[in-house]
Nanobody, 112 residues
Framework: QVQLVESGGGLVQPGGSLRLSCVGS????????LAWYRQAPGKERELVVS???????RFADSVKGRFTISRDSTANAMYLQMNSLKPEDTAVYYC??????WGQGTQVTVSS
């Protein structure tokens, strides 16, 4: 059974940082494609960053230069480092693997 478990969300002030984690079980996080999506209240889910063998790493324009993605093969995990956070980054963030599996999401709220 495949499971993706996100963690690391929370409340942070504008300009702050958070690191989200996505740990996979029953699935290898070393195999592409992988992605992070987010969904803000009242909006559609949008792609934040993707990793694929065809296109490499691609970030949404809104997060370029502020977010980075990494993974740890030992932990079978993927991470999203988010810096210089803005209120418009507030959303539920989802891990997505192999164009098929979703995590349950983790809430990120950027507010003073």
């Amino acid at each position: 059974q495949v499971q993706l478990v996100e963690s690391g969300g929370g409340l942070v002030q504008p300009g702050g940082s958070l690191r989200l984690s996505c740990v996979g079980s029953g699935i290898s996080m070393n195999i592409n494609p992988l992605a992070w999506y987010r969904q803000a209240p009242g909006k559609e889910r949008e792609l934040v960053v993707s990793i694929s063998s065809e296109d490499g790493v691609r970030f949404a324009d809104s997060v370029k230069g502020r977010f980075t993605i990494s993974r740890d093969s030992t932990a079978n995990a993927m991470y999203l480092q988010m810096n210089s956070l803005k209120p418009e980054d507030t959303a539920v963030y989802y891990c997505h693997a192999h164009r098929r599996y979703w995590g349950q999401g983790t809430q990120v709220t950027v507010s003073s």
